[in-house]
C-alpha cells in the first residue's frame, strides 16, 4: 500500500530522495542534473523586493541547485486549487532572488518551477473557459512577429495535474502523473511502470511499510490539519451564504428566490425567517 503523495509529508520524503528527483527531473523536463542538497520549505534570506516569502506562507517545498551552479529548481505541492497568479509569483521570485544587487541585471542560472496539483482545477480563462489541461508549459523567451522563438532564457514553467487525463501526454510524464494520482485514488493496487527506477525508487519510499512510526505520525497530523481546515472554510462558507439569505429576506424576496440564489432549500429559509437558524 502506498503512502498518499497528496500529504506533504509523503511528498516530500519521496521527492528529496536524489534518485526520484534526478529521473523526475529528467522525465519532466527532459534534462539531465546532478544535485548535492535538496531543500524543503525553502525561504530567501534577505526577503526578496517588498515580499517575505515567510511571511506570506510562500516557502518553497523542495528546491535544489545544481552542483555546477547553473540551474535552479524548485517543485511545489498543491493539494488545493490556487490562481495561477501565485504559481506565477513563485516563478518569478526564484528569477529575481539572483539579482543580488541592482548592478547586476544578468540570470546566471536557469530556473525551473515545476507545480503539482492533486486536485481538480476550479479556475477558468479569461473568457469563461475551464482549464482542464494536465499539463500546462510556460517560458519567458521572446518569439518574432512571425512566432519564432528566441532561446535567451530557458527559464520554464511547467504545471501538472493528473486529474485531467490527455492521451498525448508522453509517457516519461504519464508514469509521474500515474504514480501521483494513484497514490491517492487507488494506493492498494497501483499499476505503475516498474522499469522506471525513479517511480520504482519513490513507490519503496512511500510504500506504507516502508514509512517510520514518527512519519507515519506527522503524515496523520497533516491529514487532520487539512480536515481541520475544510471543516473551517465549510463553516464559513455556510455562514456567508446564511447571512446573504438573511439580506434577501429582509429586502422582500420570496423563499423560492431565495434558494434559487443560495443553495439553501425552502424549509431552512422558513427556520431562518422564524429565527431558528
Known sequence: MLGNLDNEVIFKKAFTDKTVFKAFVRDILGIEVEVEKIETEKKF?????????DSVGCRLDIFAETVDKRICIEIQRIEYDHHFDRFLHYFLMLIAEQQ???KEYGIDRTVYVIVV???PYK????NGKPILDEVLLLNLNPQTLQGEIRELYGHQFVCLNPNH???ETPKQIRD??????????????PVLNMQNEGIRKAMELISFE??????????????AAKIVLAKTEQHAK???TLEIAKNFIAIGLDNFTIAKGTGLTVEQIEQLRNGKI
Not at 176 to 189: A, C, T
Not at 210 to 223: D, F, I, Y
Open 100 to 102: 543580488k544587487n541592482s
Open 165 to 167: 487525463p490527455n492521451s
Open 238 to 240: 455556510e455562514e456567508n
Open 45 to 53: 534570506e534577505p526577503k526578496i523586493g517588498y515580499v517575505d516569502f
Open 123 to 126: 479556475i477558468s480563462e479569461k
Open 176 to 189: 509521474w502523473l500515474d504514480l501521483i494520482y494513484q497514490s491517492i485514488h487507488s494506493p492498494e493496487r
Open 117 to 119: 496539483l492533486t486536485a
Open 210 to 223: 516502508n514509512l517510520t512510526p514518527e512519519e507515519r505520525k506527522n503524515a496523520k497530523n497533516k491529514e
